[in-house]
């Protein structure tokens, strides 16, 4: 059975990819002594209690990444002749699944608890011999849980754009969109220390949506590549113009009289079919590898292209266009 070739980055996407891997590995550090501090100062703040469950999923996207990278760059097989490239999106969609869970249960119990009128108190510790009310600690800990996730995340939006990595990107969303749970967590412990009992549930429902919106979107993006939509960008939601290019290019070619190119997506690179009407058939073999030489080095997302000449094109059923 024919396999596509093995991946191989172009040595400016290799550098870049090498970055994004330390990267995620740093982030996979950082999150993890962040939650540790959300957790020993948690107290029954139902606002930090959210705040440390994101934390807590935030870890799931680097991980996706980290162990979908390693199987995607397994060899083409018999059983897997495409290879593994879909692996880190398969591992997204699970992981946003859970998100989306997670945040509908915070949801949930803020809302309960908001509803009870359940007034959550900030006790007091003595960890030098003094007493300290525990809410500074907690706002010190929201804090480290904000401002270097909003860096990080800033960073890595650059490699995901040029890698194409759609997990990558997410990974970057989530990280700037931490110090908004953590802005809103200190809310909620400020209003707490000033006897504004129900901003901690508000800060926690506000946060679980924050969770809820962001399952959503992303199970959303990772059905979509799964079932082969068109090819979009990868910070928006706007078709990508590889295809129609890749279209133009054909047909500039003096023995295609017309071009039609589909492509879908397997992970961060591009496979598709070229259908075209030759208006010379000689030597066809030879054009054709040619001519799949010629766009695939247009793009290097562009891994596999199969092109196909064809006497004409089908005829669109009615709804197939819209």
Do not use: C
């Amino acid at each position: 059975m024919p396999k596509v070739p093995d991946l191989e980055l172009p040595p400016d996407k290799t550098r870049t990819y090498r970055s994004a891997v330390k990267l995620e590995w740093l982030t996979l550090i950082y999150l993890s002594s962040a939650v540790f501090f959300i957790y020993i100062t948690l107290g029954a703040s139902q606002a930090m209690k959210a705040a440390w469950l994101e934390d807590l999923l935030s870890l799931v996207p680097p991980i996706a990444f980290l162990v979908g990278s390693r199987i995607r760059r397994r060899p083409p097989n018999d059983r897997f002749p495409y290879g593994y490239h879909r692996a880190v999106t398969l591992a997204y969609f699970v992981a946003s699944i859970a998100l989306l869970f997670m945040g509908l249960f915070i949801t949930y119990d803020s809302v309960m608890k908001l509803i009870a009128f359940e007034h959550t108190p900030i006790g007091m510790v003595q960890p030098w011999g003094e007493p300290i009310w525990l809410g500074w600690f907690m706002l010190a800990a929201l804090l480290w849980s904000a401002i270097p996730a909003f860096i990080l995340g800033r960073i890595k939006l650059t490699p995901a754009r040029e890698l194409h990595d759609k997990t990558l990107f997410a990974d970057a969303e989530m990280n700037k969109a931490d110090w908004m749970t953590a802005g809103a967590a200190m809310v909620g412990v400020i209003g707490i220390g000033l006897g504004y009992w129900w901003l901690d549930p508000l800060a926690a429902i506000f946060i679980a949506l924050d969770i809820t919106y962001d399952g959503w979107k992303n199970i959303k993006r990772a059905t979509s590549d799964l079932v082969d939509s068109k090819p979009t960008l990868v910070d928006k939601d706007q078709d990508d113009p590889l295809p129609a290019r890749l279209q133009t290019e054909l047909e500039k070619l003096s023995w295609v009289k017309e071009a039609s190119v589909r492509l879908r997506e397997e992970g961060h690179v591009y496979f598709g079919e070229a259908f075209v009407i030759p208006s010379d058939e000689s030597g066809l073999p030879r054009r054709i590898s040619e001519a799949v030489d010629r766009m695939k080095k247009l793009d290097w997302r562009l891994h596999d292209l199969v092109i196909s000449p064809v006497p004409q094109f089908p005829r669109e059923r009615p709804g197939e266009g819209d």
